[in-house]
């Protein structure tokens, strides 16, 4: 059941954040950068409602990761949830692809600055996305109701600020679906990396903000936004 619900909300985020820039770049620019942000921000924000009580809405290998380092969840429940999101990552691509080809270039994501640039932002927006999520999912002070909206409009937010030069993925499976779709690879360890080591570094630092606030409540095992 959770890894079923993981698969379809994966597969929704993908498929819906990945037709934004094809539909902009089949349109001559119909979405707009706005549009794009709206498509994914809104995708997370649905999914978390209606799946975040059955398998947490992970979404995001980087995510999934970040949470087993920092105890929030099993490592060994990391593989299964991982193959559950890279699987819906490429059906939704081919599936996009099917669709609307000969546009599927248009959702890859590849960056039009420097390699150092393009890290430096996967890693800096991941970071932020990461401090938000492991706020409203893992501290019972946050107003969990809420957490679909902030994570969501963490995710429009970032591609406002960073969708231009990256693509602002945030999310390996956001580029490595569409990049397999496309044959387009270029770069694609900037989006395998970048998005998870700043996942770990913003979860480590707002579980460590939370520590110090409250010392002695250990780790909090979740499935992201299950309370």
Same mark, same amino acid.
């Given at each position: 059941?959770?890894?079923?619900?993981?698969?379809?909300?994966?597969?929704?985020?993908?498929?819906?954040?990945?037709?934004?820039?094809?539909?902009?770049?089949?349109?001559?620019?119909?979405?707009?950068?706005?549009?794009?942000?709206?498509?994914?921000?809104?995708?997370?924000?649905?999914?978390?409602?209606?799946?975040?009580?059955?398998?947490?809405?992970?979404? +995001?290998?980087?995510?999934?990761?970040?949470?087993?380092?920092?105890?929030?969840?099993?490592?060994?429940?990391?593989?299964?949830?991982?193959?559950?999101?890279?699987?819906?990552?490429?059906?939704?691509?081919?599936?996009?692809? &099917?669709?609307?080809?000969?546009?599927? @270039?248009?959702?890859?994501?590849?960056?039009?600055? @420097?390699?150092?640039?393009?890290?430096?932002?996967?890693?800096?927006?991941?970071?932020?996305?990461?401090?938000?999520?492991?706020?409203?999912?893992?501290?019972?002070?946050?107003?969990?109701?809420?957490?679909?909206?902030?994570?969501?409009?963490?995710?429009?937010?970032?591609?406002?600020? &960073?969708?231009?030069?990256?693509?602002?993925?945030?999310?390996?499976?956001?580029?490595?679906?569409?990049?397999?779709?496309?044959?387009?690879?270029?770069?694609?360890?900037?989006?395998? #990396?970048?998005?998870?080591?700043? &996942?770990?570094?913003? &979860?480590?630092?707002?579980?460590?903000?939370?520590? +110090?606030?409250?010392?002695?409540?250990?780790?909090?095992? #979740?499935?992201?936004?299950?309370?």
């Amino acid at each position: 059941m959770q890894l079923g619900a993981e698969f379809v909300g994966t597969f929704i985020l993908i498929f819906t954040a990945t037709a934004g820039p094809i539909v902009n770049q089949k349109y001559d620019g119909a979405e707009t950068l706005i549009g794009n942000a709206a498509c994914a921000g809104l995708a997370v924000m649905i999914i978390i409602l209606s799946t975040g009580h059955i398998s947490g809405a992970h979404l +995001n290998p980087s995510l999934t990761i970040a949470f087993a380092a920092l105890r929030h969840f099993p490592w060994a429940h990391v593989p299964a949830y991982i193959a559950a999101q890279v699987s819906a990552s490429v059906c939704a691509s081919f599936a996009l692809k &099917a669709v609307f080809h000969p546009f599927m @270039s248009g959702g890859v994501t590849v960056p039009s600055v @420097s390699v150092g640039q393009a890290f430096a932002l996967e890693f800096i927006i991941s970071f932020i996305l990461l401090f938000v999520v492991t706020a409203v999912a893992t501290d019972t002070r946050a107003v969990g109701e809420l957490a679909g909206i902030a994570v969501g409009a963490t995710v429009m937010l970032n591609i406002l600020v &960073a969708g231009p030069s990256t693509g602002a993925s945030m999310n390996p499976v956001r580029t490595l679906g569409p990049a397999l779709a496309s044959g387009n690879y270029r770069l694609l360890w900037v989006y395998l #990396v970048a998005p998870t080591l700043g &996942a770990i570094s913003g &979860a480590a630092v707002y579980t460590g903000v939370k520590l +110090n606030d409250n010392v002695t409540d250990p780790p909090r095992q #979740v499935r992201s936004f299950r309370r």
